[in-house]
Each structure stands twice: as C-alpha cells, then as structure tokens.
Nanobody, 119 residues
Framework: QVQLVESGGGLVQAGGSLRLSCAASGRSIFSINAMNWYRQAPGKQRELVAGITSGGRRNYADSAKGRFTISRDFAENTVYLQMNSLKPEDTAVYYC????????????WGQGTQVTVSS
C-alpha cells in the first residue's frame, strides 16, 4: 500500500514563504516515474505546479518559475516544494502526486494541504 502525505500548508502573508513536504510510504520514490505538485484553487481546474522525474529532470508552471523549487530527499523518501514570494493567487489546495506504470498511466495522490496567502 502506497501513501503520500502532505504537510506544511498554512496561512501566510503575501511575499512570505512556505515549504510543503510529501512523505511517501510503501514504495521508494526512486521507483516512481515522476513526483509532482498540483494545486486546485476555488472554481479552478487542477493544475500542475512542479514536477521531478526519477532521473532528476524538473519542470515548473510558468507561474511558479523563479519562485518555487521542487526537491527530494531519498533518505527521507520525501519530496518538497519550496514556495517563495507567495502571492494571493497561489491560494489553493496543494496535492502531491506520483506517476507510475510502464507508461506513467497510474497515479498516487495525497490528501492535500491548504495554502492561503493573504494580501
């Protein structure tokens, strides 16, 4: 049984920072094709914010470039999202995601953590 558990969300003022954590259990992140962070704001579609492949290739949404950094700690089997210079439009529920299968056709999902940025 694989579980992804997010933590680190909260309330922060615009311009502040948060670091989200995604702790994986039941499977090493070495063997997961890609680990991603998605977010969903009220009334909006879920969107990909940042991702990292098993080989270490990173990608970011345009809105996140220069402000957010995705990283991983193999010893802790944990993926992080460092978020700096936060804006009110970053307010959303943030979800940890893992892609797996020979064609990355399957998904693991965490329960989500709320990030609220006040103006």
């Amino acid at each position: 049984q694989v579980q992804l558990v997010e933590s680190g969300g909260g309330l922060v003022q615009a311009g502040g920072s948060l670091r989200l954590s995604c702790a994986a259990s039941g499977r090493s992140i070495f063997s997961i094709n890609a680990m991603n962070w998605y977010r969903q704001a009220p009334g909006k579609q879920r969107e990909l914010v940042a991702g990292i492949t098993s080989g270490g290739r990173r990608n970011y949404a345009d809105s996140a470039k220069g402000r957010f950094t995705i990283s991983r700690d193999f010893a802790e089997n944990t993926v992080y999202l460092q978020m700096n210079s936060l804006k009110p439009e970053d307010t959303a529920v943030y979800y940890c995601n893992g892609k797996y299968g020979s064609g990355s056709e399957y998904d693991y999902w965490g329960q989500g953590t709320q990030v609220t940025v006040s103006s």
